[in-house]
């Protein structure tokens, strides 16, 4: 018996910044780790990295690159039924 498609779950994206070696954004980096199908039906998360003073990164670059993934998830989870 197969019941309706799982929910892909919300598209979600981070920013992070500071030295890229910290430990302090592994949760979030974990986030986009798991593979996919496997783990989830749809890959719904991401991150970006500012660099180390994200005072330097133009403005509608983090809005281009969070952004930049949701086309790709909205495609993948009206696929599998989840979105109409």
């Known amino acids: 018996m197969t019941g309706p498609p799982t929910p892909p779950g919300p598209a979600m ?12 954004f592994d949760s979030l980096r974990a986030l986009d780790d798991p593979a996919v199908p496997a783990r989830r039906p749809v890959d719904n998360a991401g991150s970006f990295r500012a660099g180390d003073d994200p005072r330097q ?8 690159r969070l952004a930049g993934e949701f086309p ?9 039924g989840s979105v109409r």
Request: glycine share 6%.
């Open 72 to 80: 790709h998830w909205l495609t993948a989870a009206t696929a599998r």
């Open 13 to 24: 994206r981070s920013i992070g910044s500071g030295n890229k070696r910290s430990s302090r």
């Open 57 to 64: 990164v133009p403005d509608a670059e983090p809005y281009d």
